[in-house]
């Protein structure tokens, strides 16, 4: 996190205290970041296991080319279950994506709304000494750091 006063710019460090109230804030989130966590680790196991099965399928037609016989039914079995195991890849990192996509605009949104009232509240006196425009910068990097 960045804090900035007056042009200088000095990293804080990140408390456990920080990382606190940041989850508390993604609690109304939690269940959609649990759901794309999910998609995510379902697509990450299939795209360790389909090499496994792509091998399994050159040994296959490899093997065939050399005794000359095909197996058409084992190289089809093999190559619909990698059909299969790239459709769900696909559609996993997709549906996380799209999730996590939400989640990310839909947080960032309400965190510009709460900004936006707080600074509604701040005293005149305040602006009188820090440049709105550098004050709605700072806002909008933070924002879209922690988005």
Known sequence: MMHRRHGNMKKEKITKKDLKKLFKSLKPYFIFILVAMIFIITSVVLSILAPQYLS????????????????????????????????IIGFCSFTAGLIMNRVTQTYGKKLREEISLKINKMPLRYFDSHPYGDTLSIVTNDVDTIT
């Open 56 to 87: 399994d399928l050159t040994n296959e037609m490899a093997n065939n080319a050399i005794s000359k016989s095909i197996d058409v039914d084992k190289i089809w079995h093999i190559a619909t279950i990698l059909i299969i195991f790239y459709a």
